[in-house]
Structure formats: C-alpha cells, structure tokens
C-alpha cells in the first residue's frame, strides 16, 4: 500500500503546489509511480506546472465527486515532463485536476460535496494505479477536507514562510494535527531571505512547534521568474531548492 502525502499551509500563496509537484517529480525520478490530487477545489492550479491544459480534461476530481465517473478516470499521465528531462527516469505522474470551469466551481461551493468520497477515492486511486506515493495539494487554512485528509494521511507536510502571520497559523495547524494523530509531520519553510541564517531559522522554528524541520527554501527570483510553468526541481537539480526538497524526500520515504 502506498503512503499518503498531505501538503499544507495554514496560509495562501506559500508555495504549496508548486512545492507538491516537485516533490512528485523528485519521487518520480527515483523510479516511483506518484499520484497527485489537486483538492484545491475552490482555487485549483497544480495541472499548470505539468502543461496540462485544462480543455484536455475531459473528466476532473469534481467529476469523481459527482459519481460521473470512477477516480481513476480523472487520472492523467503527466510523466512527459519527467522523461523531457530524464528520458531514462521509469517512474510515473499521475495527476487529476480540479475543474477549472466557473460554473463547476461555484457549484462545489454553493453544493460541498461528500468530503467521505474523496479520501475513499484516495483509496482507490492508490490501488488501481499501484502508487506508491499519493501526494494531496490543498486548499490552504483550515477546512473539512483538509483535517479528513489528514487524519488520515502518512506524511503531512505543512509549509510556512519566515512570516508572524504564517508562524501564528502554524501553530494551529500544528495543534490540529496533534489532535488527529497524524503519524508524521514535516515543516518546510519557503522563501526564506539571508541565505547565512538558515540554520538559525531552522532552529526557531524546530523549537516554537517541537516539529522537525525537512528544509529550507530560499525565495528565488528564478522559481518566481518560472511562474510554474516547468518543474524547478528537474531545471536545477542542484540549486538549494532541490536539495531542501531531497531532504524532505528522504524524510517521507524513510517515515
Ligand atoms: N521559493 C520561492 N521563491 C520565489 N517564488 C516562489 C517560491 N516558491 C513559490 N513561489 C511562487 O509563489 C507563488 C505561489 O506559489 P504556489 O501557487 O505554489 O503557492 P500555493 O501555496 O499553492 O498557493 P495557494 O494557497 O494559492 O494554492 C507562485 O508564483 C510561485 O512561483
Ligand atoms: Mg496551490
């Protein structure tokens, strides 16, 4: 049974999805099968980094959580984008969107959906595509889905940035995943400045939640200037981003 990877921040805009699909490329490139699920519902946008455009959805998560069709039907092989880079790489992306028609959207909102369907359809994704890592790209703060996903989650990952407003939602969101005795958590800071002070940052942060810090990403003109249309990890395989995310691999795999 594969392990499932929930990534989160309390906060919007922290790097959540751009950080998900690059630790799925990363995985990926060590020969495993990945899935993704963008369950950002209300905003979705992962499919962006993997050039999936979205008139090439004909089926999306919405869909799933319509019944109009099985979960894996709203499944799509993304791993061209692993393979341009590293043509030998066997690993495999599978991803499924979120609809990105208006009306879609405002139906999920003004309807919710049943946030049971969606992690039995976790479930069910990770069986019949044989994952071995299922990572969730979320919605950020606090909401149903998120809390349902992990509670029942392997890993998760919550991300914040050297930021009060950041730092004050983490700690609820540590507290919450206390609560729900999440096996394994991981805090990854994102667009960290003064590259010297990392390590003191990390110690901070490690001692305010009592939580292991995975890495440290420096905010990048580079990452901003890619504006997620390519995979960073795969672009730079050395640059300090990559390594941070490395390191968190090394934490989901040896969880
Ligand atoms: N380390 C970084 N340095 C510079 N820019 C970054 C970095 N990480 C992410 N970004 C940029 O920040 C923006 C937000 O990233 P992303 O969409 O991945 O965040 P998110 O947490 O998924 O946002 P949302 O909460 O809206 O879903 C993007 O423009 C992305 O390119
Ligand atoms: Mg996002």
């Given at each position: 049974m594969g392990k499932l990877v929930v990534v989160h921040s309390?906060?919007?805009?922290?790097?959540k999805s751009n950080i998900t699909a690059n630790l799925a490329a990363l995985l990926a490139s060590r020969g495993n099968r990945v899935g993704i699920v963008d369950?950002?519902?209300?905003s979705p946008g992962i499919h962006a980094l993997f050039s999936l455009?979205?008139?090439?959805?004909?089926?999306?998560l919405n869909d799933y959580l319509w019944k109009r069709?099985?979960?894996?039907?709203?499944?799509?092989?993304?791993s061209d984008i692993l393979r341009k880079y590293q043509?030998?790489?066997s690993g495999h992306i599978y991803l499924i969107p979120a609809s990105m028609r208006t009306g879609e959207i405002t139906r999920i909102l003004q309807e919710g959906y049943d946030v049971g369907l969606l992690n039995n359809g976790f479930q069910q994704f990770m069986e019949t595509l044989e994952l071995d890592y299922l990572l969730i790209d979320t919605h950020p703060g606090v909401n149903e889905e998120t809390l349902l996903s992990a509670a029942i989650s392997d890993v998760l990952v919550i991300i914040l940035r050297p930021d009060r407003q950041d730092y004050q939602g983490t700690a609820i969101m540590v507290e919450l995943a206390r609560q729900l005795e999440v096996p394994k958590m991981l805090l990854l800071i994102n667009k960290a400045v003064n590259q010297k002070d990392f390590a003191a940052l990390r110690q901070r942060v490690e001692s305010i939640y009592s939580v292991g810090v995975a890495g440290v990403i420096p905010l990048s003109e580079e990452v901003a200037v890619l504006g997620s249309t390519d995979l960073f990890c795969l672009l730079h395989p050395s640059h300090p981003m990559t390594l941070a995310l490395q390191s968190a691999i090394g934490e989901i795999i040896g969880s």
């Open positions: 309390f906060r919007g805009g922290t790097g369950t950002d519902i209300q455009a979205p008139d090439h959805f004909k089926f999306a069709c099985r979960i894996e039907e709203a499944a799509y092989d993304v043509p030998e790489a």
